[in-house]
């Protein structure tokens, strides 16, 4: 069934990979021709004449603030998004960076970013029909889609790597879905959900609109940093939905006049025990090759393969940006240093970028009059 969308709705999803351009009438997932990520793409004309600088800074408070370049129309929320932008405080003056930020995402809800990405992903296929969801997650995602389907009163199956935290299967259980144990990483958990006819898949980039809901966080740094361009993004990497997500949104708000061809530099962050996009980018690669024997605490950052490899690279080196990989080490040490400086209980993902932060100024990468964005992903409560 054909489903009419306003003129602000997507207009079409578009394959980056072979530009072959699809209707958003229907729910979908990778292109039909190259089996890459699809991206929406919108009337930005339609959209300039609900958009500008006065009407984002007061809209309301989550991420449907930014409606008019979203795929639905608002669902109820869950308070997702418009999450604070915060000094460094301590934390700056440990990293020799006066104008270190943080944003920190953990406020989310369900505690993490990838509710952003749930929230429209879930309210988008919903809108569109369906009633069935499935997604192999490290766990934050899990938890994000288990909350959403819950809200609209659809079904989620959450399939987790065998050696995640009990905690965050137990979040899962707690919003209704049913969890699944995969023996092995994230990558053999897709595997069993790719074999699933029965459900819509909604893991990372193999949909597209989850990256809809992680440019928000683009829009959001620019809007609460008055609408300037910070100098830095530093961002922890697993699928890397959240990297593709804002280089995309500022490439909306340019178009949308909001903003000049002003660019931060991104830096992907990846752990030592898992760093093929790292690996990829300081070899000049445009894919990365899998890693093998993934090993990381955080859970977030064990993603052997991503899908969207090509588009991350992309965006690191047209920012001018870079890529880091942390020792484990390091990022424990900058998980106690989140609590003990800045009062946050930081992800391990999300310290892994305060880790990352402190290599790049000694390197020269990041200087100390700069603005750096620090992205704290989550909360490691679902870790205990």
């Known amino acids: ?69 979203l795929p639905c129309a608002p669902p ?36 993490s970013f990838k509710a952003r990405g749930m929230a429209v992903a879930v309210a988008k296929a919903v809108e569109l029909g369906v009633r069935r969801f499935a997604v192999p997650t490290a766990g934050n995602a899990g ?4 909350a959403y389907a819950a809200r609209h009163g659809a079904e989620a199956e959450v399939y987790l790597p065998a050696d995640t935290p009990r905690g965050i299967a137990r979040q899962c259980e707690a919003f209704g879905a049913k969890v699944h144990w995969v ?58 939905t959240g990297i593709v997500g804002m280089w995309k949104a500022f490439d909306e708000m340019e178009a949308l006049g909001l903003v000049g061809s002003e660019r931060p530099r991104l830096y992907s962050v990846q752990s030592e025990g898992c760093a093929p996009i790292v690996r990829a980018f300081h070899a000049g690669a445009d894919h990365a090759e899998p890693w093998a024997d993934a090993q990381t605490s955080a859970w977030g950052l064990r993603v052997p393969r991503a899908i969207g490899d090509f588009l991350i690279l ?11 990989a942390v020792p484990e080490a390091d990022i424990r040490d900058a998980q106690r240093d989140f609590a003990a400086l800045a009062g946050m209980y930081a992800s391990p993902e999300g310290a892994a970028t305060l880790a990352a932060a402190r ?13 750096v964005v620090l992205f704290q992903t989550g909360s490691a409560f679902p870790y205990a």
């Open 76 to 111: 109820p929320s869950l308070g997702e998004g418009m999450t604070p932008l915060l000094a460094g405080g301590r934390l700056a003056g440990s990293t020799g960076l006066r104008g270190l930020l943080v944003k920190d995402e953990s406020r989310n809800p369900t505690g």
């Open 143 to 146: 938890a994000a889609l288990a």
């Open 183 to 240: 023996k092995g990483l994230i990558t053999d958990a897709a595997k069993e959900v790719q074999q699933r006819r029965d459900v819509f898949d909604v893991s990372t980039l193999r949909e597209p609109y989850r990256v809809e809901g992680k440019k928000t966080m683009g829009y959001e740094v620019v809007l609460q940093n008055r609408w300037r361009m910070p100098d830095a993004i530093v961002y922890p990497t697993g699928g890397g």
């Open 359 to 371: 290599r790049l100024k000694d390197e020269g990468a990041l200087r100390p009059d700069e603005t």
């Open 1 to 69: 069934m054909r489903v009419p969308l306003p003129a602000r709705r997507p207009r079409r999803v578009e394959a980056r990979r072979c530009r072959a351009q699809f209707g958003p009438e229907a729910p979908r997932n990778l292109c039909t021709a190259c089996a890459k990520p699809l991206l929406a793409r919108y009337d930005v004309e339609a959209a300039k004449e609900e958009v500008s600088r006065e009407a984002w800074s007061r809209g309301r408070e989550d991420l449907w603030r930014f409606a008019a370049m």
């Open 314 to 324: 992309r965006a690191l080196r047209a920012s001018r940006g870079g890529a880091v």
